[in-house]
């Protein structure tokens, strides 16, 4: 089976962003219970808080559950809804933070790592393609690409 140089790089890309993209909300989800890293509360809007039904530490282990879950469906072979799942997660942290005025400079990185885990989406996208077409390239008699 034929491997291209671009084809090795895109796949090392891949990994990475997954690898990414599953460590890391698992690892801030399993936080949320202990506050090793953060006061993970911190990072909640005051009118959050003010609405919410339950404390702030309860809500951050609902957080984080919620984290873990999506690291772990990034790790499955559902990597594209979960890297889906994680963009739409990251900008709604950014929203938060935005909205609550404080922890700027963690909005914009987060709202960097939404970019990336959309790129994570896509190159899920081209690798998924990719595979469903080897069959048909070979049934053709042409060169393969492994994914």
């Known amino acids: 089976m034929l491997k291209t140089k671009f084809d090795v790089r895109l796949e090392k890309t891949w990994w990475?962003?997954?690898?990414?993209?599953?460590v890391v909300p698992m690892v801030a989800g399993l936080d949320k219970f202990f506050n090793l890293l953060t006061d993970w509360t911190r990072y909640l809007n005051p009118l959050a808080t003010r609405l919410l039904p339950i404390t702030p530490q309860t809500f951050m282990h609902v957080v984080g559950v919620i984290e873990i879950a999506a690291g772990m469906i990034v790790l499955s072979r559902l990597t594209r809804?979960?890297?889906?799942?994680v963009t739409v997660w990251l900008v709604a942290i950014a929203l938060n933070l935005l909205v609550m005025g404080k922890f700027l400079d963690v909005a914009v990185r987060d709202l960097g790592l939404a970019v990336a885990a959309f790129t994570l989406s896509?190159?899920?996208a081209v690798r998924e393609e990719g595979s469903a077409m080897q069959p048909i390239r070979a049934a053709q008699g042409l060169p393969v690409s492994v994914p």
């Not at 990475?16 to 599953?22: G, I, P, S, T, Y």
């Not at 809804?81 to 799942?85: D, F, K, M, Q, R």
């Open 122 to 124: 896509q190159l899920t």
């Open 81 to 85: 809804l979960g890297a889906y799942i």
């Open 16 to 22: 990475a962003l997954r690898l990414l993209f599953a």
